[in-house]
């Protein structure tokens, strides 16, 4: 039986909300007592490690956790290996998975997540927890050694989900990208979460959380989810 804990969300923000205001409340309980975090900041690549983590402690400081970033560690497998919880933030996806490979991280977390420890992603840091980052938003600015991910859920994952096309707008929308992945890929299960919500694991149970609707893509087909819907017979 799985130990996992996993808050996948698909944003830091909600329209113009302060950052990570609108997941607090999601972070909080989904860490219960624990109050120290290690915090992976590789998918920022316009701001530094140090901000990063920064920014990530400010937003959180009121609910009384305190954020250390993996990036001030001599040895990073040992900071994830003795981590209480491990959050991995937004930014370029490609950036991040190519870090932790680099670091050595892959094998480290899936077995430190294995074996309880929550583990909290929102964008990069949601799309890294699926099977593949091959239905990630992001441009390729580095080549990581392979496209396979953590695979703390075997799904894929795509943040930040909307349909809208903008007026004018004559290139691939997201919806044909998921498209052409479902052609190439016609057993593999894509949840689309929009903004605000997040994909909740508790042990064997997985979950659409947040108040709205989310997607499911499989060989070719769309289907709507509704806030609650269990995920688990996908994965």
Known sequence: M?????LLLSSSRVEDTPYLDHAKEMIAEHLGQIKEVIFIPYAGVTITYDEYK???QSALEDSGITIKSIHEYDNPVDAIQNAQAIAIGG???????????????????QD?????TPYIGWSAGSNVAGATIRTT??????????????????????PHYTDYTPPGHNGETREQRL?????????????????????????NQ????????????LNGEKTKIADGYDLTAIN
């Open 179 to 203: 498209q052409e992945f479902m052609v190439l890929n016609p057993t593999t299960h894509i949840v689309g979460i929009v903004e605000g919500t997040a994909i909740k694991m508790s042990g």
């Open 54 to 56: 920064q920014m990530v």
């Open 91 to 109: 930014g370029n996806t490609f950036r991040l998975l190519h870090q932790l490979y680099e670091n050595g991280l892959v094998q480290a977390i």
């Open 2 to 6: 799985t130990k996992k804990n996993l």
């Open 206 to 217: 997985i979950k659409l959380i947040g108040g709205k609707d989310g997607f499911l893509f």
């Open 137 to 158: 938003n992001d441009m390729p600015i580095i080549e990581p050694p392979s496209f396979n991910a953590l695979n703390l859920v075997n799904f894929q994952i795509n």
């Open 112 to 116: 430190k997540v294995a074996h309880g």
